[in-house]
């Protein structure tokens, strides 16, 4: 950085934050070294991310920038690039990229940041296997703003920061909490879609309890969600189908007697608290919990207590909750709270990829998928990515 550069710095901070000039005149007080950069904008990452592996066998390392414009002009936020040993991580978000993984919290479209503003950007992160797991990542970040002294002259700051660490943790294998074919894995990673944007600030903390939660659909022979009215539930071959608890471990939650919802529309005046209709929460280790969320009415049937097996039966897909459509909601969290928790990676044992679903927007409404080639194939310790149709068994 020029001194130039750092002057207008400098001056951005006396215009915007009043009464703090004598803080950041000093300059030397407030460099750590030569190399610092004072950012108007401040970027935390909400989780530290564990590596997974991924059906397009790439490892993710997927987690959340909250993102605060300190100052009182508008800042465009250029690029957001993880690096890890000073090598980049996979594809640096900017421009259009950028734009669809963050979201503005003001609800504009774009980088643009108002005064004060802030946002949250959906970082996926990725590298081969055969590169060592890191260890550290920090990113290269590169953010703009128009001098507010001659507004025709753009200020560009870049700097390398916001380090987290790569906590030395594992992702949670599990088994199966399904049988058969035809299983798309909706709404599931790496992508800004319904699970990952539940950022929900409960009492007060953002967690991202779905960060890594998948909707599970089937399709039918035809390749359809269902045969008949859309608003029937026994329109949809699936429901009532057997959940399998994906692990062993202990119940420690759940619910029960919710009414079944009814399907094409999500059900009016959904709180917090009967999103997952009727559920179970399984206790698999210490800090590390499964979630089956949406089941059938009177399905269940362990009792909280109960120690489970691998592939014992909890009870029943259904359709309860907040829910337009029957599915099996299943997460893996840090607690046993469905919302005050963390969601962590998981990889299945073992699934048969069977290709990708290319008009999710569409199947329900009842058109057909339209299956592409991509992601088919026999994967071990993986995890489904977004709309890959699986097969669990034989
Ligand atoms: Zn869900």
Known sequence: MNSRGI???????????TGLTAIVAPASAVRPDSSAVLSPVAFETINRPTPVMGADNRQHMVYELLVVNQSQLEIDIRKVAPRAEGNRLGQPLTGEKLAERMRVNAGTAGTILSAGGSATIFVDATYSPARKRPEFLNHAISIAWADPENPSEEVRST??????????????????????????????????????GATLAID??????????????????????????????????YFGAPILSATSGRVVGLRRNM????????????????????????RIAKNRYAFYAHMKTGSLRVRVGQKVKAGQVLGLLGNTGNTDGPHLHFHIMNSPSPLQSDGLPFVFKSFRGQGVVRNMEEIPSGTPADIGRELRGRYRNALPLENQIVRFGR
């Open 7 to 17: 002057l207008f710095r400098l001056s951005l901070f006396a215009l915007t934050l």
């Open 159 to 196: 700097f390398i920061g916001v380090s987290t660490e790569v906590p030395p943790m594992k992702p949670v294998v599990v088994a199966a909490p399904l049988r058969g074919t035809g299983w798309v894995a909706a709404n599931g990673c790496c992508n800004l879609n319904a699970h990952r």
């Open 204 to 237: 007060g903390t953002i967690r991202v309890p779905e960060r890594f939660a998948i909707d599970f659909v089937q399709l039918s022979s035809e390749d359809r969600l269902f045969d008949g009215p859309l608003n029937d539930l026994t329109s949809y071959a």
């Open 259 to 282: 009414p079944e919802q009814v399907p094409g529309s999500l059900p009016a005046g959904a709180t917090i608290q009967m999103a997952g209709g009727n559920y179970v929460v399984v």
